[in-house]
């Protein structure tokens, strides 16, 4: 299995990718964090003090809904559009519900952080955070270089094939159970595209 840990060593593309993208949130965390926090210490306090308390909470709902809400519509936040970064649907497109999804981890830092690194530990596009895997998007540089793009698809496509092969050779050593040419006993796979008989010992 190749994982995004297993890329991200040894390309540099991908490293200057996540260092994009973890500066994009934390920009995005401090300008929704600042538009939370001012109509609440200017107004809040004044006439319902104990909801400062609650800011985390607030300021964590408010950047889910301010980044679904902009990369529905334009596919970038204020901070992916500053370090040329945008969000792409890999099945044509996303509709506000995927936006959503896909930034609920916002919510918290740590979920965040929970999110990319659930990501890069399996298999897949090695630029997508977990969510990503989950509604099919992902983000990609809008000035990325062709032999990255190219790259990541071909990493997408050998994983998609051998996923392909196992899933055959499981089914293969499935569908062969109880069809011994010679002795009908059972057979069990012992490599890709042969089993061999438990009662006579057979390979087929």
Request: a neutral charge; glycine letters at 8%.
């Amino acid at each position: 299995m190749v994982t995004g840990f297993d890329l991200i060593h040894h390309n540099k593309p991908l490293q200057k990718h996540w260092v994009k993208r973890v500066l994009a949130y934390l920009i995005d965390f401090f300008l929704s964090s600042l538009l939370v926090y001012i109509p609440i210490y200017l107004l809040g306090l004044a006439f319902f003090p104990h909801v400062a308390l609650h800011f985390p909470a607030i300021a964590g709902a408010f950047q889910v809904f301010y980044s679904a809400v902009l990369e529905y519509y334009s596919r970038q936040t204020f901070g992916k559009k500053l370090l040329n970064l945008e969000v792409e649907g890999l099945r044509g497109g996303m509709d506000l519900h995927e936006a959503f999804v896909r930034n609920l981890s916002k919510i918290h830092g740590l979920i965040v952080f929970l999110d990319m690194i659930v990501g890069l530990a399996t298999e897949g596009d090695a630029r997508q955070r977990y969510l990503d895997r989950v509604v099919d998007t992902t983000v990609r540089g809008t000035s990325e270089p062709h032999h990255f793009r190219d790259f990541i698809k071909e990493h997408v496509r050998r994983t998609e094939e051998e996923v392909s092969d196992e899933t055959h050779f499981m089914e293969r050593g499935i569908a062969d159970v109880r069809q011994c040419r010679e002795c009908g006993g059972n057979l069990e796979a012992i490599d890709f595209g042969r089993s061999r008989c438990k009662k006579c010992g057979r390979i087929q």
